[in-house]
């Protein structure tokens, strides 16, 4: 809220990838009064939380719910499954495959970032390459990120994961689901990941405040000999603890309560078609700024992520003033640039609790605020967004795959 604005009627716009809305029933869920955390009602939750999200990683191992951001649950990852010293393979998809990097070198590991452009996914081969020259096998984890927020790019974590075993190399597979989870279809066990990062303020429609931790059998042996020093991070008093149905210390219980009720609307509409609703709404997103006359961060057809779309503006440009007009005129939050990307693109969140009047509001905000900001366009991304959702668009249109 600016100083000169105190009331900008209307519902705000939150069109963040990350934090999202959260819809009405979770937070519904979330104010219910806090229960004991060592009653049977919690002893309930609990069995019903960790069997729930098992089935949103898709994953028969345990999963881990820490009370923390995201960058909490990347740190747990990192100390409960290695040592001190060790080497870390990372892929600089965007910002935050950078500032995971920062995070492992500052807490004594030796990450090494093979460089990206921020503009495409993860590549597979150059893992399998540089794994391949590591025949002492110092490389213990290989860590990507699933759905790069900074740029809109999706990663093909399966193929990371062919890439490790082809080169016949032992080191575990991370993976950051964070802006992914719930939102991109993701497959734990069948893709062969050892330890998958999520948080609960973005495709899960909680407030912030939720991470998460799901394990491979291989990742919970590597903790055993793992000598990372950790103690609130430490998966074996959580694992021994959510057995007997609780926590080693207070959780975050009313978000708990969100938890579950998130999940129970997720169950109801189904993961494919939640993920078919992501889709369809990147979609409608591509095709407007097609027609307004941009690019999209992602410069790879086959990685355009269902979560976000990140558009840079002609050079010149401030993104941030579009940002500035969202804000200021239709009361609409967008994503910033992050990073070597500030000020250079503006982020379009199409991610948890949404319709197709909100996604179709958000493109006509957008379109208005780039008119507000006097950013030059072409008019009708607002009725290419309508065409595609609609289905009337031709395939091979902007936005649809040929
Ligand atoms: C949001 C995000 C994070 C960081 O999560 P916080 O909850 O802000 O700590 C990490 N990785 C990705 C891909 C994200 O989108």
Redesign the pocket.
Known sequence: MSATSSHRPGAHFLQL??PTTTPQRVMEAIARPTINHRGPDFRDLTVEVLDGIKGIFKTAGPVIIYP?????A?EAALVNALSPGDAVLMYETGW?AT??CRLARKIGLEPELIPGDWRTPVDAAAIGERLRADKAHRIKAVCV??????TGVTSDIAAVRRAIDEAGHPALLMA?????LASVDYQHDVWGVDVA?G?S??GLMLP?GL?FNALSPKAIAASKSAGMRRSYWDWDEMLEANARGFFPYTPAINLLQGLREAIAMMQEEGLDAVFARHQRAAQATRAAVAQWGFETQCRDAAAHSPVLTAVPMPDGLSADAVREAALERCNMSLGNGLGQLDDRVFRIGHLGDFSDALVLGTIAATEAALAFAGVPYRAGGTEAAIAVLTGQAQRGAPGLAA
């Open positions: 990838p990350g923390s951001s995201g960058t909490g990347w935050f500032l995971w990120v699933h759905n790069e927020t900074s950051d689901l964070v802006s992914s990062v948080g303020q973005k912030p991470s």
